[in-house]
């Protein structure tokens, strides 16, 4: 079984800062590309940032400077680092990997979604 598991979540006051992580676990034959995602109440999931497994990074405007997303192809994990954080980041955050299994073919995972809550 190929799964991805969020942690790092929580509430924070406007301007702090939390740190998400997402470690894929299970038997991974190769991962490309993850990403974080965020969903608005009746909207579609949006892209926040991406990662290839080279290292390039791509971000949405609205987090672009604040956010960083990072990985650690080791421990199959990638991160997002989450500064000078706004009550209009108050989502539930998805992340999000494109895996093969070694039983298997390539396809896009999901985390279960770990929510954070920025208050005034």
């Known amino acids: 079984q190929v799964q991805l598991v969020e942690s790092g979540g929580g509430l924070v006051q406007a301007g702090g800062s939390l740190r998400l992580s997402c470690a894929a676990s299970?038997?991974?034959?190769?991962?490309?590309?993850m990403g974080w995602y965020r969903q608005p109440p009746g909207k579609q999931r949006e892209l926040v940032a991406t990662i290839t497994s080279g290292g390039d990074t791509n971000y949405a405007d609205s987090v672009k400077d604040r956010f960083t997303i990072s990985r650690d192809n080791a421990k199959n994990t990638v991160y997002l680092q989450m500064n000078s954080l706004k009550p209009e980041d108050t989502y539930v955050y998805y992340c999000n990997a494109y895996m093969r299994p070694y039983f298997g073919s390539w396809e896009y995972y999901w985390g279960q979604g770990t929510q954070v809550t920025v208050s005034i």
């Open positions: 299970g038997s991974i034959l190769s991962i490309n590309d």
